[in-house]
């Protein structure tokens, strides 16, 4: 879909002078040396790589930067692509210069206000839920270290990286979080003046919503009658009613509970990704249907209310969960939510593991798992 967005700006580009717009983060540096410019990147679209491919021919030393020289400009109009003013222009800054904001920022500040992006809305119906989702700091513009952010993310295929950056993301969301009055009103759901962020990660609901419907679309009118074992969970916390149909609202109302589960343990994410009635519990008609479960259901029904409470489930799933990413090394993001007196080692009880998964990863036998034991593979 990015690609019919790049299309479209290709379409309504216009050659005016454009002014600076100055990224002062610059925390995407650590990230952006995991991968260079002419790497693979697969989930990269048609006009994107046409311009990557530009980038890579003007780049005669091939040290995935452009110089004054390479790229044959004059001076201020070089100054004014290199947005973090490093005095190199990036594969990121080239992309954004040529490819969004030539076509989009009819005023030349630098930035694509919510109206200037709005033009792309009558080639893709979807554009503005992708505006919603690039606007990062929800000031209703798009600026380059949004974009930045955007192609960074895109660009990480590793799941431990991948992890990270979307923790150092969470981490500084209310640093960067500059809210127009009319998001504030829209997301701020606790009225305390702020936007947290799962109210923020709820303002992604409505693409979760299009890629789902996407995906259950393709399968066919009757999804239940030909879902394979893996989409059959899925479908049945979709299925809100129980009808074995999905609506509109369905798909809303999922896309609201997996954007509260985003940036949560395996656990936590899978209890409030079924809990459709938001009970705080698992009732049977909830997840009765998915295979094998009833002799799990009745196992995990320690007080027998015919009900899963969350410690329920947790006591349950938690060490399979959570050993599987210990040995996998992906604990980057979960490990300081874990370590809840924060000395810097797991406990037992705070790793959540049976003592036979613990004494595994627990190398040195000193009571306690470090990061280094937690990231070894």
């Excluded at 299009?210 to 074992?229: H, Q």
């Excluded at 009613?241 to 809303?252: A, K, M, Q």
Aim: proline letters at 3%; one cysteine or more; hydrophobic letters at 35%.
């Amino acid at each position: 879909m990015f690609g019919k967005l790049l299309l479209a700006l290709l379409f309504f580009s216009q050659n005016n002078e454009i002014t600076p717009y100055q990224n002062v983060h610059n925390y995407l540096d650590f990230y952006k040396r995991l991968y260079t410019c002419n790497d693979d990147f697969p989930k990269e679209d048609e006009n994107a790589k046409v311009l990557r491919e530009e980038f890579l021919r003007k780049d005669k030393d091939k040290n995935c930067f452009l110089s004054k020289k390479e790229l044959d400009i004059f001076e201020l109009g070089f100054n004014e692509m290199d947005e973090n003013q490093d005095t190199r222009i990036s594969l990121h800054e080239f992309i954004f210069e040529k490819g969004l904001r030539d076509g989009l920022d009819q005023n030349k500040d630098g930035l694509i206000s919510h109206r200037e992006w709005g033009i792309l809305e009558q080639l893709l119906p979807e554009a503005m839920t992708f505006f919603e989702i690039m606007d990062f700091d929800m000031d209703e513009n798009i600026s380059f270290y949004e974009y930045d952010i955007l192609k960074t993310a895109e660009s990480l295929n590793n799941d431990d990286a991948l992890s990270s950056f979307q923790a150092e993301l969470a981490s500084l969301y209310q640093t960067l979080l500059k809210p127009s009055f009319a998001n504030l009103k829209k997301y701020d759901q606790d009225a305390d003046g702020k936007i947290h962020i799962e109210e923020y990660l709820m303002k992604g609901s409505d693409l979760v919503a299009l890629v789902f419907k996407g995906v259950i679309d393709a399968i066919g009118p009757k999804p239940f009658e030909v879902a394979s074992r893996e989409i059959l969970p899925i479908l049945i916390a979709l299925d809100k009613n129980g009808d074995n149909e999905i609506d509109g609202h369905e798909y809303s109302d999922f896309a609201k509970r997996w954007s509260l589960g985003r940036n949560k343990l395996p656990e936590e994410a899978m209890f409030i990704l079924f809990d459709s009635d938001y009970s705080k519990s698992l009732e049977w008609f909830e997840v009765g249907d998915i295979d094998g479960f009833p002799f799990f259901f009745e196992t995990m029904d320690t007080n027998r209310n015919f009900k899963l409470e969350f410690n329920e489930v947790q006591s349950t799933f938690m060490d399979f969960s959570r050993y599987n990413r210990f040995k996998e090394g992906k604990m980057i993001f979960d490990f300081k939510k874990i370590d809840v007196d924060n000395d810097g080692e797991l406990t037992l009880i705070e790793s959540g593991l049976s003592l036979e998964n613990f004494q595994k990863i627990d190398m040195n036998n000193d009571g306690g798992i470090s990061p280094g034991e937690t990231y070894a593979k």
